[in-house]
């Protein structure tokens, strides 16, 4: 799960925050869509999944992944500079996405998954969530 949130970070974040480079739409889109092939990828031979978990695994990365990334663009254009609200929203979708794969993943599968590190990232999105309450 922390390669997965590090590729989360590494894809996202420069095409949110529009890099020195100043890359066209078309070449962060395009560099958004290949981190997230990669990542189903992974996931695919990691978990072995079949055909419509892949299906509803590529459904969800791409919606929540789009989601975050249409929330980041609002943060940015209306100038919020405090990082927490940035946390805030990442730690909310991929909040969503673990919830929506504990739905489609089986009990071996799912245990693959969370010592793949999503419960590491888990407890931590948790304290965070415990940490803003105080």
């Given at each position: 799960?922390?390669?997965?949130?590090?590729?989360i970070?590494?894809?996202?974040?420069?095409?949110?925050?529009?890099?020195?480079?100043?890359?066209?739409?078309e070449?962060?889109?395009?560099?958004f869509?290949?981190?997230?092939?990669k990542?189903?990828?992974?996931l695919?031979?990691?978990?072995?999944l079949?055909?419509t978990?892949?299906f509803?695994?590529d459904?969800?990365?791409?919606?929540?992944?789009?989601?975050m990334?249409?929330?980041?663009?609002?943060?940015?254009?209306?100038?919020?500079?405090?990082?927490?609200i940035?946390y805030?929203?990442?730690?909310k979708?991929?909040?969503q996405?673990?919830?929506?794969?504990?739905?489609?993943?089986d009990?071996?599968?799912?245990?693959?998954y969370?010592?793949s590190?999503?419960?590491?990232?888990?407890?931590?999105?948790?304290?965070?969530?415990?940490?803003?309450?105080?």
């Amino acid at each position: 799960m922390k390669k997965i949130v590090a590729l989360i970070v590494a894809c996202l974040l420069p095409v949110l925050l529009f890099s020195q480079e100043k890359k066209t739409p078309e070449q962060m889109e395009k560099e958004f869509y290949e981190a997230l092939e990669k990542q189903i990828e992974n996931l695919t031979a990691l978990l072995d999944l079949d055909d419509t978990q892949v299906f509803y695994v590529d459904s969800i990365l791409t919606h929540d992944y789009l989601a975050m990334q249409e929330e980041y663009q609002n943060l940015s254009q209306a100038k919020v500079s405090n990082a927490d609200i940035y946390y805030a929203v990442q730690d909310k979708w991929t909040e969503q996405i673990y919830n929506s794969f504990h739905k489609i993943f089986d009990e071996q599968q799912w245990e693959k998954y969370l010592k793949s590190g999503a419960a590491r990232e888990k407890k931590a999105r948790d304290r965070r969530a415990a940490k803003k309450l105080k």
